[in-house]
Structure formats: C-alpha cells, structure tokens
C-alpha cells in the first residue's frame, strides 16, 4: 500500500494550486506509479513530465533502446511498477521475450544483438559503479553516437531517479498488469 494518500489541490502547495489544475484537468491525480507521488509537487511533476516526454517522444533512440533501457534500470533498481509498465512495451518494441523473461529472473543473457548488449552493459556499469567504464562507453558510442549516448545516459537517470520516488514511497501497482513481478 501507498505511503502517501493521492494528492488533491487542495493538499498540494497553495502557490502551485494552478499548476495542479493545468496537469490534472479532471481534477483527479495518478494513483499509481512516480506521477502519484510527484501530483504532491505540480511544479516538479510538470517539469518531469516534460523531460520525460522529450526522452520517449522526440530521443533520436530507437523505441527498442528506449524500452530495454527501462527495463533493464526497473530490474537493476528492482523496481516493480517501472517493469510492468515496460516489459510488454519492450517486448512489442522487438525485445526478444527470451530476453526480456531472463532480465527480469536475473539470468545471464546469451547472445544479445549488439545494441542490447551495449544498453545492458553501459546502464549496469552507470548503476552498479556509479560510473561508465572505458569499454562500456566505448560500445554504446559506437551503437548509438554522441547524442544517442546522451540521451541513453539521460533514460538511465531518468528511470533510475523515477525507481528511487517509486520504491521510496511504495506507490501501488496498477491492478491490471500482465507481467509477472520481479523476484525481489
């Protein structure tokens, strides 16, 4: 269960009371996932959702990128809500089920096309070490160029900082998920 009650206008910062209005026009904001806990800041949850629609809308990395970095930063966070919500997308983006099944068990994964290869090692290395080693750098520039890496990075940071606000606050799965939890 959730930590924090959903977030009305009238428990969120007076001074951002309009902002509230403007993101949740029903007047009823998200009960679930990262969006649950920042309604609480409308300020700061207008301004990531702006980053966030940049990295997903408009990134030069192909959907697959995008997704399997997701993925693979919900399974290194172990964070359940940003699996669900990903894992079929990445599947449906060209991420082999196989591939997808052995990231969530935290099996060794065989045989990556290159690019997934680079986006398992470089976020593993970002999140692990809190640093890109040389080869793992080295092979994402190489699959993706300087402004794919940068936006990759950027992914990785943005869902790694979405995981922490998720598991910090304990928000609620959606109740209609298809994938199976990640063994945590």
Same mark, same amino acid.
């Given at each position: 269960? +959730? &930590?924090?009650?959903?977030?009305?206008? $009238? #428990? =969120?910062?007076?001074?951002?009371? @309009?902002?509230?209005?403007?993101?949740?026009?029903?007047?009823?904001?998200?009960?679930?996932?990262?969006?649950?806990?920042?309604?609480?800041?409308?300020?700061?949850?207008?301004?990531?959702?702006?980053?966030?629609?940049?990295?997903?809308?408009?990134?030069?990395?192909?959907?697959?990128?995008?997704?399997?970095?997701?993925?693979?930063?919900?399974?290194?966070?172990?964070?359940?809500?940003?699996?669900?919500?990903?894992?079929?997308? +990445? &599947?449906?983006?060209?991420?082999?089920? $196989? #591939? =997808?099944?052995?990231?969530?068990? @935290?099996?060794?994964?065989?045989?990556?096309?290159?690019?997934?290869?680079?986006?398992?090692?470089?976020?593993?290395?970002?999140?692990?070490?809190?640093?890109?080693?040389?080869?793992?750098?080295?092979?994402?520039?190489?699959?993706?160029?300087?402004?794919?890496?940068?936006?990759?990075?950027?992914?990785?940071?943005?869902?790694?900082?979405?995981?922490?606000?998720?598991?910090?606050?304990?928000?609620?799965?959606?109740?209609?998920?298809?994938?199976?939890?990640?063994?945590?």
């Amino acid at each position: 269960m +959730a &930590r924090i009650p959903v977030a009305t206008r $009238d #428990t =969120v910062p007076s001074h951002q009371a @309009e902002v509230f209005d403007e993101l949740f026009k029903n007047g009823v904001a998200p009960a679930h996932g990262p969006g649950s806990v920042l309604a609480h800041v409308p300020e700061l949850s207008k301004r990531n959702t702006a980053l966030n629609n940049y990295l997903r809308d408009d990134s030069a990395l192909p959907k697959k990128a995008q997704e399997f970095a997701m993925i693979v930063t919900a399974r290194e966070m172990d964070c359940q809500h940003i699996w669900n919500a990903h894992a079929g997308s +990445a &599947r449906e983006a060209g991420v082999d089920d $196989d #591939t =997808v099944d052995a990231l969530r068990e @935290e099996e060794e994964l065989f045989d990556l096309p290159p690019d997934e290869e680079a986006i398992v090692n470089y976020a593993r290395s970002l999140i692990q070490n809190h640093y890109a080693s040389r080869g793992a750098y080295q092979m994402a520039l190489e699959q993706f160029g300087l402004q794919g890496l940068i936006e990759l990075t950027m992914i990785i940071g943005q869902y790694s900082m979405l995981a922490m606000t998720i598991n910090a606050f304990d928000t609620n799965l959606l109740s209609d998920r298809t994938e199976p939890l990640l063994p945590v």
